[in-house]
């Protein structure tokens, strides 16, 4: 399974961005699509995830209520919108995806996943 992520860049406190992540191969094997970052020296967080079953989605609480996760069958691709972006927000962005039947939590953690794309680059400035 290829994942391709995209959409990153350079934004200002308070502006938006939309990240995108593709897999072809999406629909044969995955369960659930999921975002994480990775700041400088810190350890890769959960972000967000698309379940397809029942479309469940789930949020981490630093993002709740700013960041929307939705799925494009056009496009076969899962959407990060990011809006009131804050400094706190720059990470390298990562789409994981997981064939994995598991308890809803445990796709909080990145062991959940098979397999992730290469990561899009988000900056925050002050």
């Known amino acids: 399974v290829q994942l391709q992520a995209s959409g990153g860049g350079l934004v200002q406190a308070g502006g938006s961005l939309r990240l995108s992540c593709t897999s072809p191969?999406?629909?044969?094997?995955?369960?659930?699509m999921g975002w994480f970052r990775q700041a400088p020296g810190k350890e890769r967080e959960f972000v967000a995830y698309y379940r397809w079953s029942g479309a469940a989605i789930d949020y981490a609480n630093s993002v709740k209520g700013r960041f929307t996760i939705s799925r494009d069958d056009a496009k076969n691709t899962v959407d990060l919108q990011m809006d009131s972006l804050r400094p706190e927000d720059t990470a390298v962005y990562y789409c994981a995806t997981s064939h994995q039947f598991l308890d809803p939590t445990m796709y909080r953690g990145p062991n959940a996943y098979n397999y992730w794309g290469q990561g899009t680059l988000v900056t925050v400035s002050s």
């Open positions: 191969q999406r629909m044969l094997v995955s369960n659930v």
